[in-house]
């Protein structure tokens, strides 16, 4: 009897230890890039989704899911299960120096990534799309525990042209091809598309391997510039014509009450204001609310109904692409035990009036009419939609995205796992988090979460476990949630919430009352007030949040050592020189501009190279002979496009541009990386390891 239950023992080990590793699921967490909280049809939404409502409708929705108002923030806290600010990543992907930790730009190394975790847990690890946490050459996706990888490691790149944004790695992996766009006519790529044939190769891949994968799909739609294709775009642009942005967000409300993710009493709040911004042109809707729709042009209408079709077919491809991975999954047979996250990493972006912007992210409009209005959305098109229909893609939530008012914050958050999830079709209220992803996922995989990386002792986890959920029980958040992006900040305890905008005061809400944010009670309860605002002071002191690194987003002088005052060269001839010591044969020296308008003089291969970007094409002319050590460096920009280099004085290569940068470029001017969209043909920041000094740009 004892050896029959020995081996009865030995049995059921084996068989438990098996169904252990049967039972880690795979992983699919799918980020959208500046999606609004009311833009898929299972929010509300007009929207065509169904793959994301078929996953809704046999998943868990959320309605108060929370992110940190910002792309670069989120993903940190994504990754990391922290806090943004204490994986250093509390603003953008700049650099802001050792005095200041919480601003790095980048993962920092006493942090760890889901990647990494899981892979320590037997899972192949996939990435494809938007990375953003990058400005150093070990803080790609393959240096932070991802097997492949596909996709932009910047911020924002065209979706119809895949050369130079979009890169494959580990470097030599094998490639797809694509054509590329011939002037207003599209090539045979699409990111959103090529998101989806590099994240079904990958499954494939992952279940050849008989192991567990982790894939993170991080879209980069609907992010500005946006892009679609014109079979997509027609089928919305009538639509939202004729209805404009006040009936579609009554229509999103209704539905929304329908579906029960808001009460039914809840009165949709006024339009949004308009928020002055350093980088918003003057307008006259400043500082006041969102215009009504019927109070417009009807050429202005017309403009603004295209954009925000291409906004809405952005969203609908997006879908179609979910479908095509789901698919994948399905006919692998592993659907049942697949855990697929989808969320947003902010709020529906304003920048930066109603009217959008045009060219670069920068503060230029362009009213488009007749055949120019349907080159919108096309490869030569570079638009945004601006704040009134953010506006509405966040209803019925106040402001946009860089905000901690709900409209910033919010963001619809679907779970899909047929294996845990006990009702399909469920609403959640549970207010959570970005970084409760990680302890979430460490616990559904049986992962564990280490005390050191490299040997420097590794942040504990700031999120929690939402596992209990899947079978409709709370979890317990001890603390309340914090929140801080460019000077926005908040705190929310239970029904309360504290929430200021940059150097304004404090605002409180009861958010099972008033969730729009509406009827502010600091004054009326002013103990209240200061409490929450004594506990947001600490986790600020104790998370490396810095109010005064907001400054520069609000019109002041911002505290960055690489920024330096940035000349008026639009329309104008000019040349850039400086001084460079280095043994670095990668990098830049001197950069100002972006994707769209801008210069920049670099190493390549050790070589001097002289970029100037014009309407988003890059001219470009390099020495032949490398260089090391101290050098003077200059390029030339003549009035007739005529570019010249020299080094040392000597001229070293000649080429020409079409003219002179004919639109003042957006991203200022950096000396020793390009520290925001890249002026040449690289991908930024591009940091040179030296020193640059003696920076003189002359303009004629």
């Known amino acids: ?102 601003y790095r730009g980048t993962l920092q190394p006493n942090t760890v990534t889901l990647a990494e975790v899981l892979k320590s847990a037997g899972y192949q690890t996939y990435m494809v799309g938007k990375w953003h946490l990058h400005n150093r050459q070990d803080v790609k996706p393959t240096d932070r525990g991802f097997d492949e990888f596909y996709g932009m490691l910047g911020g ?28 207003s006519k599209p090539g045979t790529f699409y990111a959103t598309d090529a998101f989806a044939d590099y994240a079904v190769d990958f499954i494939w891949e992952g279940v050849k391997q008989k192991k567990p994968f982790f894939l993170y799909l991080a879209f980069n739609a609907p992010h500005f510039p946006l892009h679609a294709p014109e079979e997509d775009i027609v089928g919305y642009e009538k639509l939202y014509y004729e209805k404009g942005w006040d009936v579609i967000r009554e229509e999103r409300l209704a539905r929304q009450k329908q579906l029960g993710l808001v009460d039914r009493d809840l009165v949709l709040p006024p339009r949004s204001e308009v928020v002055a911004k350093l980088h918003a042109r003057p307008s006259p809707f400043a500082g006041k609310p969102n215009p009504p729709w019927n109070s417009l042009p009807l050429d202005r209408r017309r403009d603004l109904a295209r954009r925000m079709a291409v906004y809405a077919a952005m969203v609908d491809r997006m879908d179609t692409a979910i479908g095509r991975v789901l698919t994948a999954v399905k006919d692998a047979g592993c659907l049942q035990n697949t855990l697929v996250i989808f969320l947003s990493d902010n709020g529906a972006c304003w920048e930066w009036d109603p009217y959008g912007f045009d060219e670069s992210s920068s503060p230029k409009n362009i009213l488009h009419q007749g055949e120019d209005l349907k080159k919108v959305g096309g490869p030569e098109s570079y638009i945004s939609y601006g704040s009134a229909w953010a506006n509405a893609c966040n209803t019925p939530w106040r402001l946009y995205k860089h905000f901690s008012h709900e409209g910033g914050i919010r963001t619809p958050m679907i779970v899909y796992w047929p294996r845990r999830i006990s009702k399909g079709g469920s609403l959640t209220h549970f207010p959570g988090h970005v970084m409760d992803i990680m ?31 899947f079978s409709g029980r709370n979890p317990a958040r001890k603390a309340p949630l914090f929140f801080e992006h460019e000077g926005g900040r908040a705190v929310m305890e239970g029904r309360w919430k504290l929430v200021a905008q940059w150097n304004s005061p404090w605002e409180l809400y009861d958010l099972e009352t008033d969730p729009v944010e509406m009827n502010d009670l600091s004054t009326q309860m002013p103990n209240q007030t200061r409490r929450l605002a004594a506990l947001w002071e600490a986790w600020a002191a104790r998370c490396h949040v810095e109010l005064d690194m907001a400054a520069g987003a609000w019109g002041q002088p911002a505290p960055t050592s690489s920024h330096i005052a940035t000349p008026q060269i639009a329309g104008r001839p000019f040349k850039v020189q400086c001084e460079v010591e280095t043994r670095a044969t990668e990098g830049v020296m001197v950069a100002q501009g972006g994707r769209q308008q ?91 390891e030296g020193t640059v000094k003696d920076v003189r740009v002359q303009v004629n």
């Open 156 to 183: 924002f790149n065209s979706f119809w042209h895949e050369s130079p944004y979009y890169t494959r790695l580990p470097e030599g992996r094998p490639r797809r091809t694509y054509t590329a766009p011939q002037g």
């Open 1 to 102: 009897m004892k050896q029959w239950a020995i081996s009865v023992l030995g049995i059921w080990l084996t068989f438990t230890a098996g169904w252990l590793v049967a039972a880690q699921p795979n992983i699919i967490l799918i980020l959208a890039d500046d999606l609004g909280w009311s833009d898929l049809g299972c929010y509300g939404g007009e929207i065509n989704t169904p793959n994301l409502d078929a996953l809704a409708k046999g998943g868990l929705r959320f309605t108060r899911f929370y992110n940190t108002s910002r792309c670069c923030p989120t993903r940190a806290s994504l990754l990391t299960g922290l806090y943004p600010h204490q994986a250093g990543v509390g603003s953008m992907s700049h650099d802001a120096g050792p005095q200041h930790p919480g």
């Open 598 to 688: 801008g210069f920049a003089l670099h190493l390549s291969e050790g070589r001097p190279t002289f970029s100037v970007r014009i309407n988003g094409a890059v001219h470009t002319i390099q020495s032949t002979e490398k260089v090391s050590g101290r050098f003077t460096v200059s390029g030339r920009l003549a009035g007739d496009g005529t570019m010249t280099l020299m080094v040392n004085g000597k001229t070293v290569a000649q080429g020409r541009a079409p003219g002179v940068i004919p639109v003042q470029p957006v991203d200022p001017l950096t000396v020793g990386e390009d520290t925001e969209t890249a002026a040449g043909p690289y991908t930024p920041p591009h940091r040179l």
């Open 439 to 469: 302890p979430t996922l460490v616990a559904a995989a049986g992962a564990r979460y280490p005390a050191e990386r490299n040997g420097l002792k590794v942040l504990p986890m700031e999120g929690i476990s939402l596992l209990p959920l």
